[in-house]
């Protein structure tokens, strides 16, 4: 009975220890197949939802899911290629606006292009500083980017993101800045710098000035000028600055010399070299000559083409255009002086001295045959209504709405035309008591091109808008 219940018990214990070496092997077996399973692969995950060749609008950040950008990748796309990529930064946080303006040339040149929908003017600059960090986090994890090609791209104030981040950091490859620079003297950074300007654009003085100042900037620099004003570049425009880009990475040794590129870049710029010439007029040679110096400045250590340096001497032979360029700087000359005025009179002088000044500009700017003077003038135009924007706008926020009437009387006398002028006017109507013109001036507003939702939506300025009748239909209408 004695050993009949030993055996017993052997048997139970040996039942438990089988069942606990199957559970050990079990869970063995199961340590090896999780240690075995791929890791998790973001950059193959995000290739299975992005749409290649195509803009995607609201790619949202994983660490702050209330930011977000616009993503165009070339159809070519791989993860296992590094891409150089492009940040662009508009100062009304329309993302998809450079993406739109990049793409096709980014198709072209196997480039990435990022447009933050967050980055805009009004902003504090740790809030800046947060967007930007969480979009390159972001897009570091997602992407495949080649580390050595990372460049940043903005207008206005967009702008002036871009070249503050290339300032502060050691890994930017160049920037292209429209309508709005940097403090050279600020820093010893060696970034490729390509700054564009419309020859009407009231910031046109600032980066032709700044070009002037980076004599003894590290990294390669270009000055490109179109005829227009504040605004994106044309997509023309935007090509030059990527191609010409792409022939530094050359140099730098970034990429493969390419010499189909290289010819392309050669022939484009001399088409549009003889197009100038062939309009026979001292303003479209100077911009030939400008051109031609660019060229040779971009093509210095990759090719020599001799046509471009004859073209070059016979223009600097030419004592037209050496009398229109000594002209061009007398007047830009006292443009400055005419906007140090201007700054000073802004908050002194009544309506009567405004009206007078505006219409001598715009006589001046309709009316005159010379070219370098209605430019002058129209730039001077500007430079009141951005004045008139920043006053404007500040008088609002305090609401200060005695000041707001004034200002807004020169802004209106200065740019007519402008849908920030009637946005204004339409917050300072609706808090002043005149609810009806209040809301015309809104409507105006829209039609005139203004498409800031967010404003529309939240501005407490204008809550008194939101429930009249026809405000739902409005923003379908935006």
């Not at 050669?266 to 197009?275: A, F, K, L, Y």
Request: proline share 3%; net charge neutral.
């Amino acid at each position: 009975m004695f050993v009949n219940n030993n055996l017993k018990d052997f048997k139970e214990v040996s039942e438990i220890t089988q069942k606990n070496m199957f559970r050990t092997s079990f869970f063995a077996i199961l340590l090896v197949l999780i240690s075995c399973k791929p890791p998790d692969n973001p950059k193959k995950d995000f290739l299975h939802w992005v749409k290649k060749g195509e803009i995607n609008n609201n790619v949202i950040c994983k660490d702050d899911q209330s930011l977000s950008y616009c993503l165009y990748i070339p159809i070519n796309y791989n993860i296992d290629t590094s891409f150089a990529i492009i940040y662009c930064f508009d100062p009304k946080g329309d993302g998809r606006l450079p993406v739109s303006l990049f793409k096709d040339i980014a198709e072209e040149y196997g480039y990435i292009v990022v447009g933050s929908n967050n980055s805009r003017n009004g902003i504090q600059s740790a809030e800046i500083s947060h967007i930007t960090e969480v979009l390159l986090q972001d897009t570091k994890t997602k992407l495949s980017i080649d580390p050595k090609r990372i460049y940043l791209a903005g207008f206005s104030g967009g702008a002036r993101v871009a070249c503050s981040m290339a300032l502060n950091s050691n890994s930017m490859a160049g920037v292209i800045a429209c309508s709005a620079g940097f403090d050279p003297a600020s820093t010893q950074a060696n970034f490729n710098f390509i700054g564009i300007a419309g020859n009407e654009d009231m910031n046109y003085l600032e980066m032709k000035q700044l070009e002037s100042s980076l004599t003894n900037w590290q990294g390669k620099h270009q000055f490109i000028v179109f005829n227009g004003n504040h605004h994106w570049p044309p997509q023309r425009i935007l090509e030059q600055a990527i191609s010409t880009l792409e022939l530094f990475s050359m140099k730098e040794k970034l990429i493969a010399r390419n010499e189909k590129v290289i010819r392309d870049f050669i022939t484009e710029r001399s088409d549009r070299t003889n197009e100038l010439e062939r309009e026979n007029n001292i303003d479209s040679l100077a911009r030939d000559f400008q051109l031609i110096q660019n060229m040779k400045k971009t093509l210095y250590g990759l090719v020599n083409v001799p046509e471009i340096s004859l073209k070059e001497n016979a223009l600097m032979q030419s004592a037209a255009l050496k009398a229109y360029i000594e002209k061009e700087d007398e007047i830009e000359k006292n443009e400055v002086v005419k906007q140090q005025a201007f700054v000073q009179a802004y908050t002194s002088k009544q309506n009567d001295w405004w009206k007078k000044e505006i219409n001598d500009l715009y006589n001046i700017s309709k009316n005159n045959k010379d070219a370098i003077e209605k430019r002058s003038a129209r730039r001077l135009l500007a430079f009141i209504s951005l004045m008139s924007y920043s006053y404007v706008n500040s008088s609002l926020s305090q609401q200060n709405f005695n000041a707001c009437g004034h200002f807004l009387q020169i802004y209106g006398m200065a740019d007519p035309d402008n849908p920030d002028y009637f946005y204004f006017s339409a917050c300072y109507l609706a808090n002043s008591g005149n609810i009806p013109k209040a809301f015309d001036n809104l409507k105006k507003a829209i039609s005139f091109g203004f498409s800031d939702r967010t404003k529309l939506e939240n501005d407490p300025l204008i809550a008194n808008l939101r429930s009249l009748d026809g405000f739902s239909e409005l923003l379908k209408t935006k």
